[in-house]
T-cell receptor
Framework: GAVVSQHPSWVICKSGTSVKIECRSLDFQATTMFWYRQFPKQSLMLMATSNEGSKATYEQGVEKDKFLINHASLTLSTLTVTSAHPEDSSFYIC??????????????FGNGTRLTVT | AQTVTQSQPEMSVQEAETVTLSCTYDTSESDYYLFWYKQPPSRQMILVIRQEAYKQQNATENRFSVNFQKAAKSFSLKISDSQLGDAAMYFCAYRGGGSNYKLTFGKGTLLTVNP
């Protein structure tokens, strides 16, 4: 089945630094990827929709200058948390859409990245 | 905007018994899709079952089935013969029709399975 690889799985960074999270579709070309944020014991909140070759579409309330999304190729989208602060500590999950899938649910999730900002 | 409500933060069930998780949603769309996802401690999102709104027949996947009540905007998940491996967080999710593939999730229900 379709595989989405997310890297790193866990990262610790110091306050004020930036951290990049990668989301790769390993065996399909993902024209669209989604980035979610999940606080402990809470739901997944959509942050942005990433389309290959164009600017990401951010959900209301998400700072686009803080959470930089780049979808430069059909197999890679990156989320960069700039000038991270402790309140940015969270679990970040990406999902990728397989356009070749004709099913109802062509979305495949990565394993997530746990970000801890100290 | 669409909203998904899961009114049960936590549920527990005895092994081999049946449990039902509740989900309601609000939408003005006529074409949409509903999903149940399982998130075990590994945090990997696993699709359990899906339902197209235009289908009247309730979806079934082995021990998992749904009760889809379109008029009531209700989409509950029934787990039969519960197993220890079913213990996880369960999220109900909504997706609009057309080419919009983004999902709106409920807050989740933490299911505990007691041996």
């Amino acid at each position: 089945g379709a595989v989405v690889s997310q890297h790193p799985s866990w990262v610790i960074c110091k306050s004020g630094t930036s951290v990049k999270i990668e989301c790769r579709s390993l065996d399909f070309q993902a024209t669209t990827m989604f980035w979610y944020r999940q606080f402990p014991k809470q739901s997944l909140m959509l942050m942005a929709t990433s389309n290959e070759g164009s600017k990401a579409t951010y959900e209301q309330g998400v700072e686009k200058d803080k959470f930089l999304i780049n979808h430069a190729s059909l197999t890679l989208s990156t989320l960069t948390v700039t000038s991270a602060h402790p309140e940015d500590s969270s679990f970040y999950i990406c999902s990728a859409r397989d356009p070749a899938s004709t099913g109802v649910s062509p979305l495949h999730f990565g394993n997530g990245t746990r970000l801890t900002v100290t | 905007a669409q909203t998904v409500t899961q009114s049960q933060p936590e549920m527990s069930v005895q092994e081999a018994e049946t449990v039902t998780l509740s989900c309601t949603y609000d939408t003005s769309e006529s074409d949409y899709y509903l999903f149940w996802y399982k998130q075990p401690p590994s945090r990997q999102m696993i699709l359990v079952i899906r339902q197209e709104a235009y289908k009247q027949q309730n979806a079934t996947e082995n021990r998992f089935s749904v009760n889809f009540q379109k008029a009531a905007k209700s989409f509950s998940l029934k787990i039969s013969d519960s197993q220890l491996g079913d213990a996880a967080m369960y999220f109900c999710a909504y997706r609009g029709g057309g080419s919009n593939y983004k999902l709106t999730f409920g807050k989740g229900t933490l299911l505990t399975v007691n041996p």
